[in-house]
C-alpha cells in the first residue's frame, strides 16, 4: 500500500489594490512643483517628447500598413509575371519597412513607460516630502504657540542675589 503524500495548502494573502494615480494628475502636480527640481523639468519634457514620437510613429506604422495594402493588392491583380514578380518585391519590401517602424514604435513606447514611471516616482517622493514637511510644521507651529503664551518673563533670581552679596 502506497503512503499518501500530504499536500500543503499555499494559503493566498489578499493584496490591497494598488491605488493607481491617473498620469494627468501626475503630470499637474509636477508642472505645478517644476520650480523646485530641474529634475521635474526634465522628466516633463522627457514625457512630452515620448508622447510626441509615439505619436508620429503610429502614423508611420498606419502609412506602413496602408502602403503593404496596396502592394499586395497589386500582386494581385498583376497580369503578367514580370509585373507579378515586381509588385511582390514590392510587397515584401513594403513589410520589412512595416517591420522596422513597428520596431521603432515599440521601443518609443518603451521609452515613453520609463518616462512615465520616472514622473510617478517622482511625484511620490514629493508627496512624502509635502508630508514630512507638514509634520515639521506641526512641531514647529506648537513649539512657537507654547511660546508665545508664555508672557511671564523668568527672572534671574540667583544672578540678583549673587550681585547684591557682592
Known sequence: MAVKKTVKRTVKKRRKARKVVPIESVLSSLEANVSLSAVNKRALSRIKQADAAVAR??????????????????????????AKANAKERAASARTALKEVKASLTQATSEQKKALRLARALNKSLQSAQAKM???????????????????????????????KA
Not at 62 to 77: H, N
Not at 147 to 157: D, G, L, S, Y
Request: zero cysteines; aromatic letters at 2%; proline letters at 0%.
Open 57 to 82: 510613429l503610429e502614423k508611420r506604422v498606419e502609412t506602413a500598413a496602408a502602403r503593404v495594402s496596396k502592394a499586395v493588392e497589386s500582386a494581385a491583380k498583376a497580369k503578367t509575371a514580370a
Open 134 to 164: 507638514a509634520k515639521e510644521y506641526e512641531k514647529m507651529a506648537k513649539v512657537a504657540e507654547n511660546a508665545a503664551e508664555k508672557t511671564t518673563r523668568r527672572r534671574r533670581t540667583r544672578k540678583k542675589r549673587a550681585a547684591k
